[in-house]
């Protein structure tokens, strides 16, 4: 079992679509990270947050620490917003993050 | 101010070879981690070590794998007697502040991908 699950796996959108990404673990956590990886490409942190919504440009990443659930929201989506994010959490104890297995995004001109 | 640092980015090896991976942290930056992502599953962490120091390997496989962070230079990440199973990419990650503070944040570099023939 892993301790953070992403959905969708995969999703395709059109070009200026609304997107949203889910996020749900089963620890308790003291901050939770989005990250973007592009194929064969390195990983860009996008968001740290541990409570509330934080926004930057077209991305708005929330979470809810009570329902242990995070989303990221991509908002009028373009083909360069393509790659898969990845979720990770950092529990209270401990020095790892646990990471999803992440969704593969593809925005289709 | 550069970000985290990996070479090489490809490294090809045949069964039992030695590996050497290196990462060199953003400046400034003390606390480093290491991570391996198989084909087709998610990162997972391996190492977190602070200069000279390894404060938690528990995600490192017991033998043929070691990591290194010394006073100067990069830190290491040796494979020893690689096998086909080990093919993966593995990603360095620093941050300002130790694993275990509120606000740290982890810069990624863009990872070495070792291809085991």
């Known amino acids: 079992k892993n301790e953070v699950e992403q959905s969708p796996q995969n999703l395709t959108a059109q070009e200026g679509e609304f997107i949203t990404i889910n996020c749900s673990y089963s620890?308790?956590?003291?901050?939770l990270h989005w990250l973007q990886q592009h194929p064969g490409g390195g990983i860009v942190s996008l968001f740290m947050l541990s409570s509330g919504k934080k926004k930057h440009g077209r991305l708005i990443a929330t979470i809810n620490i009570q329902e242990k659930h995070s989303s990221l929201h991509i908002t009028a989506s373009h083909p360069r917003d393509s790659a898969v994010y990845i979720c990770?959490?950092?529990?209270?104890?401990?020095?790892?993050?646990?990471f999803g297995t992440g969704t593969s995004l593809t925005v289709i001109p | 101010n550069a970000g985290v640092m990996q070479n090489p980015r490809h490294l090809v090896r045949r069964r039992g070879q030695e590996a050497r991976l290196r990462c060199s942290p953003m400046k400034g930056h003390s606390h480093v981690y290491w991570y391996r992502q198989l084909p087709e599953e998610g990162l997972k962490f391996m190492v977190y070590l602070q200069k000279e120091n390894i404060i938690d390997e528990s995600g490192m496989p017991k033998e043929r794998f070691s990591a290194e962070f010394p006073k100067e230079g990069p830190s290491i990440l040796r494979i020893q007697q690689v096998v086909r199973g080990d093919s993966a990419a593995y990603f360095c990650?620093?941050?300002?502040?130790?694993?275990?503070?509120?606000?740290?944040?982890?810069?990624f570099g863009p990872g070495t991908r070792l291809t085991v023939l």
């Open positions: 620890v308790g956590i003291s901050a």
């Open positions: 990770a959490v950092r529990p209270h104890t401990g020095n790892q993050f646990y």
């Open positions: 990650a620093s941050s300002l502040q130790s694993a275990g503070a509120v606000n740290n944040e982890q810069f």
